[in-house]
């Protein structure tokens, strides 16, 4: 007979809904950001429907995914992935409507999507006491998950545009964001700073990087790109992250993880 009682253990190796935090993880997340960045330029600027227009589509499409993962009763990493692309490709079009098309431009964009940020995480402890990915098992913590992904895409965008737009240029600012990323991944193994506070850095700090390197691929050679089919752009990263997430092993967070971590 089935018991429907949870007890303490069974708790702390329930299952969340998002995979563990691997190598693999952050490999196809890079890839899936710079994706976002070439795909999300081909809708709005390569076929000209715009930054309002293709946010609106890209967001419909997010929020369709968003409404599957939560319907799903477990981790599936197709539909994990799919959402999490969704979220870069909107992410990019609504930096650049608000970065571009309200005048706002990157300072002001990557300040107001940081405080969207950091008050999603303050929303998000304060409802259910954690921030924690590995908690992300039911609807409101999917929720926070979702949303504070998506402003965590669009400020990395923005973040990525502001440095990018320097004088350093796409490949300067690839390598402040990889040195960054790297600086996290040292205090990760070599420091007992929070490691959803490092999960949550790393999780921003990707998506400049593929931003960066999105535009350093399809941009114009006069501004410092290679300026590749941003189309053909897309197929390559598409075809290479489908490849990761079916060879890559992939398993489910789980609570317990997540708790020896923290």
Sequence with gaps: MECNAVTANDTTRQLAKVPAVTLGFWIIKILATTFG??????????????????????????????????????????????????????????????????????????????????????????????????????????????????????LGTALGDWVADGPLGYLGAAAIFGGLLALVATAYFATSISRVALFWSAFVLTRPLGAVVGDFLDKPVAHGGLELSRVAASAVLVIAIALLVAVLPQRAETISDQERLA
């Design 37 to 154: 960045e070439t795909a999300g330029d081909s809708v709005s600027m390569s076929l000209g429907l715009g930054y309002l227009l293709g946010t609106a589509l890209f967001a419909a499409v997010f929020v369709a995914l968003v409404a599957l993962q939560i319907r799903a009763q477990r981790f599936d990493r197709w539909l994990y992935w799919a959402t999490i692309i969704a979220s870069t490709t909107v992410g990019t079009t609504l930096a650049d409507f608000a970065d571009r098309s309200l005048g706002i431009g990157y300072p002001g964009g990557s300040l107001v999507l940081l405080f969207l940020v950091l008050a999603s995480l303050a929303a998000w402890h304060r409802s259910l006491g954690s921030i924690s990915a590995a908690s992300v098992h039911h609807p409101r913590a999917e929720l926070f998950y979702w949303i504070t992904i998506t402003f965590s895409q669009t």
